[in-house]
């Protein structure tokens, strides 16, 4: 049960990515909430229980915050777009571990999902009081091509589709799908607000373990 917990929580954080932050928009500072829902039916109730809903953003300047709740831990990304590098926290049952990474290591972690390609279309509509475009994202997975739309405003200043694969939008996705580790899920904005956020949002506390993505998936139970 342990080890299953563990690998759900690396399932999201490697599918939630590493945002990153711009600074030209007109909102610099705050939080955005994203509804979470799973595209298939492969989860059973229990698993699904244990899934989260929910992930909240934070984001200011060239830094961002998400933090993802779960029903046995929380994760924490913490990224800075100046020096291109991301830490996970992970706090599961008062294990916390902590996990940095770079940019082009999670680039090559989401390219193993498939390749993808990014037409943009015409359209808008608008999401949480921020205006949006279309555009149309398809990918390859297990040999099927998967296609869906992706809704980005240039109004957020936060870029968050580079980081999480889809290089090609240019703007904060507010609605948009994901294909991770097998797992199709859907992130749709409930919520945006301007907020000051606090410096030491952006910050690992103290009492973190540092460990790496090798250490982290052998503990999981998938380094066999």
Not at 26 to 42: A, H, N, P, Q
Not at 119 to 127: A, H, N, P, R, Y
Not at 176 to 198: A, F, P, R
């Amino acid at each position: 049960m342990k080890k299953a917990t563990f690998s759900l929580l690396f399932l999201f954080l490697c599918s939630v990515n590493y945002l990153h932050a711009q600074n030209q928009y007109g909102l610099t500072s705050g939080k955005i909430v994203f509804e979470i829902s799973y595209m298939d039916d492969r989860f059973d109730a229990q698993t699904k229980a244990m899934m989260p809903t929910e992930t909240i953003m934070y984001f200011k300047n060239k830094k961002s915050r998400v933090n993802i709740s779960m029903a046995m831990g929380s994760t924490s990304i913490i990224s800075d777009d100046a020096s291109k590098k991301s830490t996970v926290l992970m706090d599961f049952m008062g294990n916390k571990f902590a996990m940095e990474s770079t940019y082009e290591d999670n680039k090559k972690e989401m390219s193993k999902s498939g390749e993808y390609t990014v037409e943009k279309l015409d359209g808008s509509k608008v999401i949480a009081g921020y205006n949006c475009k279309k555009a149309k994202v398809t990918q390859t997975h297990k040999g099927e091509n998967i296609s869906f739309d992706v809704w980005y405003s240039n109004e957020i200043g936060i870029n968050n589709a580079g980081a999480n694969g889809l290089e090609g939008i240019e703007g904060c996705m507010l609605e948009y799908e994901l294909i991770q580790n097998g797992t199709h899920m859907k992130m749709s904005t409930k919520s945006i607000s301007k907020e000051d956020v606090k410096d030491s949002m952006f910050t690992v506390p103290d009492g973190y373990t540092m460990t790496t993505p090798e250490a982290l998936k052998s503990m999981m139970g998938g380094g066999r």
